[in-house]
């Protein structure tokens, strides 16, 4: 599998603006439970709102 290339962005983002690193830069195994948790509730969230949005006031699929 191919090394995770991300930006500082990125990088600032799923770290919480690196408030989850310690005073190497490195995430501790607490610190790095909460940042997978927390990609893995925004991931589920994206795919909420996204289906949501495919839905109808009827509760029908717009696309079939």
């Keep these: 599998m ?17 408030k989850l690193l310690n005073s190497q830069g490195e995430l501790g195994p607490e610190e790095f439970e909460t940042m997978i948790l927390t990609q893995m509730s925004n991931y589920v969230h994206r795919k909420v709102r996204k289906r949501r949005r ?11």
């Excluded at 191919?2 to 690196?18: C, G, M, N, Q, Y």
């Design 54 to 64: 495919k839905m109808r006031p009827g509760g029908q699929d717009r696309v079939k």
């Design 2 to 18: 191919p090394p995770v290339k991300l930006t500082e962005e990125e990088f600032d983002a799923i770290t919480d603006s690196r």
